[in-house]
């Protein structure tokens, strides 16, 4: 439970289910959630009952103020695969779903622009709230995609967003700062250049994630000098960079924390400057960069 900025501004609570089920059937060399999912297609029946018992633990412990839950929180139904795919989300379980998530004025699920067809937009006519799918762009930058192994050009991307935008359906967009076969020096260019690629196709918002290792392909390529994880200066710089292009298009960027201290080199200012990316994702406004008498703030 976290709290999101919205498009206008607002402050709105935020529940993430993390669902388990089929395993995603794309293999980006980035990605490690396959960790949480199983080789079998998703029993049915086991996402309603998993969402089902969520929602009911979330009211149990009095997380959200019953005043403002469901009806003004948002859910995110994170699957660690592709919500439209039937190997992930059973068709036989759409309509308990439909049932369950009803009450929220928006429905996040995300969802690679191959699985963003018929069955997507059907859903979404289908909701009260509105409907808003997250896919991952990655990198925009023409030799770097490909070579993600994501199996999708930046085309696919654009006529995914495209057939989003039609019918009113909302756009969360995924950046990587510093994936793979991209050098160091151009980490932060690229996710500028990508939060960019993403709002002109439509996002509302662009989530900047640093590109971790711990998949095992990351840390061969590491070895190989493929990859350089991105400093927590180049992660501060892209947000700073990108933050200007939300504002003027009326949309949000944040970037995910989660595990940042492990990019930082300094002890003496990692937390102040998680403080200060906290606060920006929250408030969308810019702040000075954190000084520091140790490290100069690099
Ligand atoms: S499409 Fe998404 S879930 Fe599937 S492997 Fe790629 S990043 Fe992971
Ligand atoms: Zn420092």
Redesign the pocket.
């Known amino acids: 439970m976290e709290e999101e900025r919205s498009a206008e501004g607002r402050l709105e609570p935020a529940l993430t289910l993390f669902l388990a089920g089929a395993e995603?059937p794309?293999?980006?060399v980035f990605?490690d959630?396959w960790r949480h999912t199983g080789e079998e297609p998703t029993a049915e029946g086991s996402l309603p009952a998993q969402v089902e018992w969520a929602l009911r633990e979330v009211q149990k412990k009095g997380q959200i103020p019953p005043d403002l839950f469901p009806r003004r929180s948002r859910l995110k139904l994170y699957n660690?695969?592709?919500f439209f795919d039937p190997r992930a989300v059973p068709l036989a379980d759409e309509e308990a779903l439909i049932d369950l998530v009803r009450p929220f004025h928006r429905v996040v699920v995300e969802c690679?622009p191959a699985f963003v067809g018929e069955r997507c937009l059907r859903f979404a006519a289908r909701l009260d709230g509105r409907l808003e799918v997250a896919m991952?762009l990655e990198c925009a930058h023409p030799e770097v995609l490909p070579r993600l192994n994501?199996k999708m050009t930046l085309a696919d991307f654009d006529a995914a967003a495209a057939r989003l935008r039609e019918v009113g359906i909302a756009l969360r967009a995924f950046v990587l700062v510093a994936p793979p076969f991209l050098p160091a020096p151009e980490a932060v260019e690229w996710a500028v250049r990508s939060a960019e690629h993403a709002f002109d196709q439509g996002a509302q918002t662009v989530v900047l994630i640093p590109t971790r290792g711990g998949n095992g392909e990351m840390e061969r390529l590491l070895a190989g000098g493929l990859f350089t994880p991105p400093t927590l200066d180049q992660v501060e710089e892209a947000l700073d960079r990108a933050l200007p292009v939300a504002t003027a298009i009326g949309g949000t960027v944040t970037v995910d924390t989660w595990d940042l201290d492990t990019f930082a080199r300094c002890s003496a200012c990692v937390h102040p400057r998680r403080q200060r990316l906290e606060r920006i994702n929250l408030s969308g406004q810019a702040e000075p960069r954190v000084t520091c008498s140790e490290c100069d703030g690099r």
Do not use: I, P, R, V
Request: charged residues 10%.
């Open positions: 995603c794309f293999t980006c990605c959630l660690a695969s592709n690679h991952g994501k």
